[in-house]
Every structure is written in C-alpha cells, then in structure tokens.
C-alpha cells in the first residue's frame, strides 16, 4: 500500500428542468438549433432586469430538503464577473456571500455500509451560453440557449478516498435528482456537471494537502480516469520532492491525462458583488414547509427499509429504490398486500426487462397494474406456483385483456393443495430415478451439498408433470418419501 491517501472533493453542478430560464422567461428546452431559447435579458441588453422565477426556487430547495440542507431564510444573489462572449452581461448572477442552503447530508450504499457526504453548501445561480470553436476554422459561434438556465451547484466535503466513492457518488446523486424530477441529470448532455478536487496526504497525517481542481468531467469513465491520474501525479511529484501546485486542470481524453489550466497565482478575480438589481431571497417557513410535505420518501429511506426490514438483497434494493418506475410500482403493490420481498422479486426478474427495454413508465406498462397486483397475491397466497405467474404474465404483455381469474380456473393453475395428489406424482418420480434414490438413502450425512443436489433433481421432476404444485410441497413430500427430515 502506498504511504500517501488520496482525498477528494466534488463541487457540482446540475441544470434545473423548470419551464422558464432563472430571471427571464425565455424557455429553458433543450434543443440542437442554436440561439432559439433568447430574450432581451438573454442578450444581457442594457436596462433589462432580472426577475426571480418561482419554479427554479422550488426545485432548488426541494433538492436541498432532500439532503437535509439548513435552508438559510435570507439568502443573497451575487454577481461573479468575467468576460466571456458566451456570457453577454459580464457576469454570472450567483450566491457567494449566503448561499440559500448548506450544511446537509447525502446517504447513499457504497460496499455494503452506508455512506454519509458531508454537504458544504448549495447555491443556485444562471448557467453560461455556450462558446463553440470547433464547427468553423477561424471563426468562433455562440450560442445563447443555455445563458441563463437555472444551476444549483453543490460541494461536498473533501471526503472521499478513491474514484470509486467519488463516481458512485455521483450516480447516486444524479438518480436522486432524476427521482425528484428536479433535472434530466445526464452527464454526457452537460446537465449534470462535475469539478473534482483532489489532494493527497501522508497516511496518518490529519491536515488536508494542497488541492488540484479538475474541471468539466463529462461521463463516469472520464471522472474515474481524471482522478486515478491527478493521484498517481500528485504521488509523483512528491515522492521526487516537489510540491503540488495549486491549479486548476483540464482532462485529455484522448491521453486519459490531466494538464495545467491555470495556476492559483493566475486564478481569475472575479470582483464578487452583491447584485444591486435583485432583493435578497427570502424562503418564507411556509413556502419551505410546503415543498417539505410534498418529498417523496427518499431512496435512500427506501433501500433501508427493504434491506433491514424485508431481507431484500442491497444489489435488489438498489434497483427499485432509486428509480421512481420502480417505487410507483412498489408501492401500489405493496398497499394493494403484495409482501415488499415478493413485489421485489418480481420487479426485478419480470418487470425490470420490460421497463428497461421499452423505456417505459410504471404508469404505461401494457397492461393494467391491477392485474400484476392479483397475480402477485395469488402468487404469495400460494394458489399458483412461480412458473405460473410467468406464463400469465407473458400472456398478459400480447393480450392486456386477458382475464387471470377466468385463466386459472379454466386451465386448472390452482395449486394442488390435495397431498395425495403431490404424494403420488412423487411416487412415479421416485420409481423412475432408482439410481438417484440409492445415492441419497446410502449418504449417512443427508446435510451434504451432493444429497440435496439431488433432492433438488428430484424436487424438479415432481414440478416438471405439473404446472400447479407448490415447489415447497414437492420438497417436502420428496424428503418425507425418502424419511429424511426437513430442515
Ligand atoms: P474554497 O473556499 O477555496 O472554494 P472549498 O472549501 O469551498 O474551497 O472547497 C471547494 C471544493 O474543494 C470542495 O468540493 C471541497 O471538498 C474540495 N476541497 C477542499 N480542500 C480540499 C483538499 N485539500 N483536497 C481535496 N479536496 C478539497
Ligand atoms: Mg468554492
């Protein structure tokens, strides 16, 4: 192991998917034609005000309640100026001096525990146009569609210790802001948008060493890469005794390599002022209280529950919990008396494919809900075996009116519940693996891998004349055929 930890810490920034734009009511759509989403204070023409839209502001505090964010009831809009021809004004209207939430949390499961991010702040602020380079030789064009979209940025605590924490860090996050519906969060679009900061330190020591800002990662394998490259760097030019400067980098995909942008000596003095054209913000208790009620229960909640009370597998859990499909789904499920660990199952060995490859909503599945619901308490009640629900299903997908009760009365699905009936086919099946039985009844210890291997064989076969016996039945009857005791 080396004799350095890396630390990390991440400052992001997510596009909020309101109607409007942050002061202005140009649309914030996304869309390929350029400088269509624009109006006079797009342009940053003199004389035109800003005027603050509700809708960001909810989304905003929305995200900040759902990390448990202190929400500061003044908060300030600052201007951080520089001179860009992708930013008309001179400057970004941002929160510098009071940011409107800081201090939070975000849980999120990371190798079996739960990890806890330590939230600094969050401020909202106007995202800048966009300068492009690369269409003409010569030439440079600029397009306003982005000047102006409403941006939360959110910086964590430097408190991660590798590229993995960081990256599912921010999977988990951009799921969150998906599942509040509060930003598309697609990193490759740039609505999710990621600044790292790494340092490293001796193992034991306790003081931070000096940071490198990483800015602009577009996709998990460019974070991941960035960060594995600035620590292997960093290591370097320490251990052949120079010191790491304070700078900013940019990453080369290409050479999966960071380089230097600018260093701290040239760092840009962005003159930081309050905005004399825009009255703090004030987040009334009432205004805050509201939007506290409307918050779904949170993934995380979600996860916790289903693994410490419904002895759901994390890798499960993880699934259904942080995609908002899933949880609609669940939850009527699990209101309408489905068990949380029999719904589970279901999402995701039935239901997941079909979500997955058709991109669909829980709320258009092609079928009606009710049904999937009957099925799955038939299911649990156990009137009809696993196999049946599958092939009920599939039937379901071609035919939605397909009617389950009338389906499992006429085709006889209901769950052999006489014993007899489950003894005798246990009977033939016995009669016709002879070899098998003679394996089993001549292993003293009948706990042994190979014995119930073949108790399960011929569980199978019992299950294999018959679409509607319990599997547990089966197995049941096989051993007491066979006088082994159950467990
Ligand atoms: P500043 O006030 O200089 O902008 P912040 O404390 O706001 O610095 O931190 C900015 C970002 O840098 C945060 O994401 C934080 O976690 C991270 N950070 C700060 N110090 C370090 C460090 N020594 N190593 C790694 N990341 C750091
Ligand atoms: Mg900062």
């Known amino acids: 192991m080396s004799e350095f930890e890396p630390v990390i810490g991440l400052e992001i920034h997510l596009q909020l998917n309101s109607r409007a734009k942050l002061f202005c009511r140009a649309e914030n759509r996304f869309t390929d034609q350029p400088n269509v ?49 992708d930013l008309p004004k001179g400057y970004q ?53 982005r000047a102006g979209i409403p941006l939360v940025e959110v910086v964590t605590d430097p408190c991660f210790k590798s590229s993995e924490e960081a ?39 306790l003081v931070l060493g000096t940071r490198v ?15 594995n490259y600035e620590i292997a760097r960093q290591i370097k030019e320490v251990r052949e005794g120079r ?33 004399p054209d825009l009255p703090p913000l004030r987040l009334s208790s009432a205004f805050v209280d509201g939007l506290r009620e409307k918050l779904p229960i949170l993934p995380t909640q979600t ?39 029999v719904a589970v199952n279901f999402l995701v060995n039935d239901i997941q494919g079909l979500i997955k490859e058709r991109g669909l909503e829980s709320s258009d599945l092609p079928f009606p809900v009710e049904k999937l619901t009957n099925l799955l308490l038939h299911y649990q009640n156990n009137k009809i ?21 009338h389906t499992i009365s006429s085709e006889n699905l209901l769950i052999a519940s006489s014993e007899e009936k489950v003894h005798s086919i246990v009977d033939e099946v016995l009669k016709s693996f002879p070899d098998v039985v003679k394996e089993i009844l ?30 547990k039945i089966a197995r049941k009857s096989v051993e007491m055929k066979l006088g082994i005791k159950s467990e």
Request: charged share 25%.
């Open 93 to 145: 209207i941002t929160q510098f001096y009071r940011p409107f939430a800081v201090l939070g949390v975000f849980s999120f499961p990371l190798n079996g525990r739960i990890k806890q991010v330590p939230i600094k702040s969050i401020q909202l602020e106007e995202d800048a146009g966009k300068s492009i380079h690369d269409k003409y030789l010569n030439k440079s064009l600029v397009d306003l569609n």
């Open 303 to 341: 996860f916790l529950n289903l693994t410490q009370n419904w002895a759901v597998s994390p890798d499960d859990a993880i699934i259904v919990s942080y995609d908002r499909r899933y949880t609609t789904l669940l939850n009527h499920l699990i209101s309408r008396g489905v068990a949380p660990k």
């Open 167 to 205: 990256a599912e860090f921010v999977k988990f996050f951009r799921n969150l802001a998906k599942y509040l519906n509060i930003s598309e969060a697609n990193l490759e679009q740039g609505s999710l948008r990621c600044d790292v900061n790494v340092s490293i330190r001796p193992r034991d020591s």
């Open 243 to 275: 010191d790491v400067l304070r700078e900013t980098r940019g990453f080369n995909p290409e050479t999966g390599t960071t380089y230097s942008l600018r260093r701290k000596e040239e760092l840009s003095d962005y003159r930081y002022m309050p905005d």
């Open 442 to 471: 001549s292993e003293e210890d009948k706990t042994k891998t190979h014995v119930k291997k073949k108790i399960g064989f011929l569980t199978g076969q019992v299950l294999a004349k018959s679409s509607n016996i319990d599997p």
């Open 37 to 85: 989403n624009v109006d006079f204070y797009t342009f940053g023409l003199p004389g035109v005000l800003p005027v603050l839209n509700r809708e960001p502001v909810e989304k905003a505090v929305t995200l900040a309640l759902a990390l448990a964010c202190q929400i500061n009831e003044i908060s300030t809009f600052d201007r951080k100026h520089y001179f860009y021809p």
């Open 385 to 405: 075996s696993s196999r049946s629900v599958k092939n009920l299903l599939e039937r379901l997908l071609r035919d939605p009116t397909l009617d389950i009760e």
């Open 213 to 227: 800002e990483i800015k602009n990662l577009n996709s998990f394998k460019f974070l991941t890469q960035a960060i």
